[in-house]
């Protein structure tokens, strides 16, 4: 069985200021792939990052970054200087790299005040 | 080169009545997975297709759900005799395989509100 938890529901900040989000996975396998996804306002589900579990070298796209920590099971992402258009749910996601079923956290809220 | 396409984006349907959810995959695409996402939640797997296959539904209701992947057209997610709870949105996603290496494709969702 694989879980992925996204404790924090919302996050509220002002514009420019630094947010995180966690995330927490569980899984029986040793190799899978963890993701992140983006649900604006309008609805759709826009990909943001894959990572596969054998390669935990955190990495940075532009304001956005992810730590992958496997000894702790979490694949945290950060958004540098916030703007109102990363206002949005965001989604973290495992899939075992040998299946083809996502499972989602249940999603974080940022909302990004001007 | 079109994405995956949903339609329609938005359906209202009254108690009782039908619900059809249609998904076009990304060219060359082969494979279809429905995932729906209750509101305030994340999204759940339904169901995973092949052309003319279903090849795995254990995500699906047991009753008033139902999916197809005709040969030729898009795939459909089929509701029968809709219940407020199952409002929801719908999305369909495609990949080029089962368990390829790369990411699924998403559609921008069906949103289904019944009344």
């Known amino acids: 069985a694989q879980k992925v938890t996204q404790a924090q529901t919302e996050i509220s900040v002002v514009e420019k200021e630094d947010v995180t989000l966690d995330c927490v996975y569980e899984t029986r396998d040793t190799t899978y792939y963890l993701f992140w996804y983006k649900q604006p306002p309008s609805g759709e589900l826009v990909f943001l990052i894959r990572?596969?579990?054998?390669?935990?070298q955190n990495e940075i796209s532009g304001r956005y970054s992810w730590n992958f920590q496997k000894s702790t099971s979490s694949f945290n992402f950060t958004i540098t200087a916030s703007q109102v258009v990363d206002s949005a749910v965001y989604f973290c996601?495992?899939?075992?790299?040998?299946?083809?079923?996502?499972?989602f956290g249940a999603g974080t809220t940022v909302t990004v005040r001007a | 080169n079109a994405g995956v396409m949903q339609n329609p984006r938005h359906l209202v349907r009254r108690r009782g009545q039908e619900a059809r959810l249609r998904c076009s995959p990304m060219k060359g695409h082969s494979h279809v997975y429905w995932y729906r996402q209750l509101p305030e939640e994340g999204l759940k797997f339904m169901v995973y297709?092949?052309?003319?296959?279903?090849?795995?539904e254990s995500g699906m209701p047991k009753e008033r759900f139902s999916a197809e992947f005709p040969k030729e057209g898009p795939s459909i997610l089929r509701i029968q005799q809709v219940v407020r709870g199952d409002s929801a949105a719908y999305f369909c996603a495609s990949s080029t395989s089962g368990t390829d290496t790369g990411e699924l494709f998403f559609g921008e969702g069906s949103r289904l509100t019944v009344l």
């Open positions: 996601a495992l899939r075992n790299i040998n299946d083809y079923k996502l499972s």
């Open positions: 297709l092949q052309k003319e296959n279903i090849i795995d």
């Open positions: 990572r596969n579990s054998f390669d935990e």
